[in-house]
């Protein structure tokens, strides 16, 4: 059972998300913590697009 057509979207729906709290932790004025979700949910959407060019 080895399904990964799926992951790349999985992936995508998360960073999307991650970042989206990055947005709002920094509107908030916690920077420290927004700017690392944020970063974190952009390192994330790199890899996702990667995954959709390479391996589809």
Known sequence: MQEYKWIELIILTFSLSIGIMGIEEIQRDNKG??????????????SSIQGFLFFH
Do not use: A, D, E, N
């Open 33 to 46: 913590r927004g700017w690392l979700l944020l970063l974190t949910g952009l390192l994330c959407l790199y």
